[in-house]
């Protein structure tokens, strides 16, 4: 049973598409993010939600726009991909107000745009 | 808001060296303090944390971490390395609150050479 899980691991595209990553994370959490690995290894904190409503929100471009259907998902979806939106995107879950519980990582979804 | 360096790029030591991984944060405020480890191509694990009490705290695979307030620092210390301990090692941090998302150090890469 997978904690959270992400889906495409994989995704390579060419430049202009638009293209969705899933996230689903079954641990109860109430809050659920997405973070942007860069090629340095660099973790940084894009969006985040909390059973549903966007409470974090970086200077991430509009072209990335996250969707939270309930509190078990969270999408992230691309629009206009450029060379260097390559990166792994994690998704991690957590309760919101309990900061020593820590975050429960995805496995990731490495995107390639070519 | 909170920031996190982690001094060492890359360390390289022999299977049964002492490891000491540096991590000093920047925060006015009470904080939660994490270890991630990440090993080639998978996501990112939780070492050990630290919210309150016991400054020394014990984490999976022999690992060890010291939260010092007055030098804001929360190193990271194995007595023996082996060469599965060959992984990218993220300090991270957050208000004691929860409130506020992990913010990660830069990380730093081990490689253990037998």
């Known amino acids: 049973d997978t904690a959270v899980s992400q889906t495409p691991k994989y995704l390579v595209t060419q430049m202009g598409n638009d293209k969705s990553i899933k996230c689903e994370q079954n641990l109860g959490h109430d809050t659920m993010y997405w973070y942007k690995q860069d090629s340095k290894k660099f973790l940084k904190i894009m969006f985040s939600y909390n059973n549903k409503e966007l409470i974090i929100n970086e200077t991430v471009p509009n072209r990335f726009s996250p969707k939270s259907p309930d509190k078990a998902h969270l999408n992230l979806h691309i629009n206009s991909l450029e060379l260097g939106d390559s990166a792994v995107y994690f998704c991690?879950?957590?309760?919101?107000?309990?900061?020593?519980?820590?975050?429960?990582f995805g496995s990731g979804t490495r995107l390639t745009v070519v | 808001a909170q920031s996190v360096s982690q001094h060492n790029h890359h360390v390289i030591l022999s299977e049964a060296a002492s490891l000491e991984l540096g991590c000093n944060y920047s925060y006015g405020g009470t904080v939660n303090l994490f270890w991630y480890v990440q090993y080639p191509g998978q996501h990112l694990q939780l070492l050990l944390k630290?919210?309150?009490?016991?400054?020394l705290v014990k984490g999976i695979k022999g690992f060890e971490a010291e939260f010092i307030k007055s030098k804001f620092s929360f190193n990271l210390r194995k007595p023996s390395v082996q060469w599965s301990d060959t992984a990218e090692y993220f300090c991270?941090?957050?208000?004691?609150?929860?409130?506020?998302?992990?913010?990660f150090g830069k990380g730093t890469r081990l490689s253990v050479i037998a």
């Open positions: 991270a941090v957050n208000a004691n609150s929860g409130n506020t998302p992990l913010v």
């Open positions: 630290y919210f309150s009490g016991d400054p």
């Open positions: 991690a879950s957590s309760y919101l107000g309990q900061g020593n519980y820590g975050y429960t």
